[in-house]
């Protein structure tokens, strides 16, 4: 048994999963709920007179979308969409909004209608949480964490993680070290005494051993092995139950 004090999961394809035909950009945001959104008996009242459905779709993708992908792809620096939200929105409102407002928009766009819960999720964290271990979470995600938190409260889940991390809060995504950095301090474990459990070589396994932690490969999204070939994670698994096998 290893000689950890917490445990760190991602989410995404570890403990939550999208239907394997669901196209990558729904990862970010639900396109499909743009037009409900648009039509929304509440924010109507909100959107500009000359405000139609392409433009509002135009806007999502030019404050929210476009900014966290390029970001994805060069700085890693988070361009928090609450934030951005609340700083643009006079571009398509007329009456001033606030974070209610806010909260009902992204509600539409949630992303977590189409994630599912790994089967053997309930059983490794019940069985985890009986252990001396501080169980948490570090996410890379487009929208608000509440909506994150809420699918997991949504299923019993929420109180097994003291603490959650969410880019679009702390302002950062894996595999950047600061998201990882904040996340022990607050926890205050030393990260070589913590283990990540991550699916993506690239986010988890190389940013969480960059910052001294263990981690788990739960690879299953087959990624080729061979790009761990000269940094390879201390285990990999097929599936999150056999997860309790190395802790």
């Known amino acids: 048994m290893l000689a950890i004090k917490g445990i760190y999961f991602d989410f995404g394809y570890v403990i939550g999963y999208p239907p394997p035909d669901l196209e990558r950009r729904f990862l970010y945001l639900d396109w499909k709920g743009i037009?409900?959104?648009?039509?929304?008996?509440?924010?109507?009242?909100?959107?500009r007179p000359d405000l139609t459905l392409q433009g509002l779709q135009a806007f999502l993708e030019t404050q929210l979308y476009f900014p966290f992908v390029e970001h994805e792809q060069t700085d890693l620096?988070?361009?928090?969409?609450?934030?951005?939200?609340?700083?643009?929105?006079s571009t398509v409102c007329t009456t001033p909004a606030d974070q209610q407002v806010i909260n009902r928009m992204v509600a539409h766009l949630d992303t977590m209608k189409f994630i599912e819960l790994h089967p053997g999720t309930s059983q490794v964290l019940a069985t985890l949480s009986q252990r001396p271990y501080r169980i948490s979470m570090i996410s890379n995600m487009l929208l608000p964490g509440?909506?994150?938190?809420?699918?997991?409260?949504?299923?019993?889940?929420l109180h097994f993680f003291q603490t959650i991390?969410?880019?679009s809060e702390v302002g950062f995504m894996k595999p950047h070290p600061e998201i990882f950095?904040?996340?022990l301090a607050q926890d205050g474990i030393p990260a070589g005494e913590v283990i990540f459990v991550g699916d993506t070589y690239a986010q988890d396994i190389v940013g969480a051993r960059a910052v001294g932690m263990q981690t788990i490969w739960l690879n299953s999204r087959n990624e080729p092995t061979e790009w761990a070939k000269n940094n390879p994670p201390d285990y990999t698994v097929n599936n999150l139950v056999e997860v309790l096998d190395v802790v």
């Open 35 to 47: 037009e409900p959104l648009f039509a929304d008996e509440v924010l109507r009242t909100y959107w």
């Open 77 to 89: 620096l988070d361009p928090q969409a609450n934030w951005q939200l609340l700083r643009n929105l």
């Open 146 to 157: 509440w909506l994150l938190r809420a699918k997991l409260n949504a299923y019993g889940l």
């Open 165 to 167: 991390s969410i880019s």
């Open 181 to 183: 950095k904040q996340t």
